[in-house]
């Protein structure tokens, strides 16, 4: 009897001290984020110390505010086609994330819809961050479609 209350005890202790795979509040993600790759909404981003004014990022605060440097133009580089190209200007531009789930991040800038929703972390290291944004049942699976021909993984 004495030694199933210890089992269960001990347990107890261990389940309540393990951690679900939190990705939206990892410290890893409250940093700032160099587009490095861009594949049918899959941002491959790597870390940078400051925002590169030549090229696309995001840097996420823990306050829920996030900066974007991003294309000026009305689409972004919220594109299924091409990487934004090097005559492209950005622009700083700041917004708000919030958790959406242990995985998930919604992401709103006001002034520039170019990377407005909800995405998925994929891959979150120190040096790697991986999203992929989400949409309704029937794109996704027109985007999957064009994932397999194209052989990309994520």
Not at 12 to 30: E, G, H, T, Y
Not at 34 to 63: A, C, H, M, R, W
Not at 130 to 138: C, H, I, M, R, Y
């Amino acid at each position: 009897m004495k030694k199933s209350i210890c089992i269960l005890l001990l347990s107890f202790f261990a389940i309540s001290f393990v951690k679900s795979q939190d990705r939206a509040f990892n410290p890893f993600l409250l940093q700032t984020w160099k587009l490095k790759k861009l594949d049918t909404y899959i941002y491959t981003y790597e870390t940078q110390d400051v925002f590169d004014t030549k090229s696309p990022g995001l840097k996420f605060n823990k306050n829920g505010k996030v900066t974007g440097n991003l294309s000026k133009s009305a689409n972004g580089y919220d594109s299924t086609e091409d990487f934004p190209n090097k005559a492209s200007k950005f622009e700083r531009y700041s917004g708000s994330w919030k958790k959406v789930s242990d995985s998930s991040i919604a992401i709103a800038f006001p002034s520039n819809n170019s990377m407005d929703g909800t995405f998925i972390i994929t891959r979150l290291t120190s040096n790697q961050l991986k999203l992929k944004k989400v949409f309704s049942a029937d794109i996704e699976k027109k985007l999957d479609s064009i994932r397999r021909t194209k052989d990309i993984s994520y």
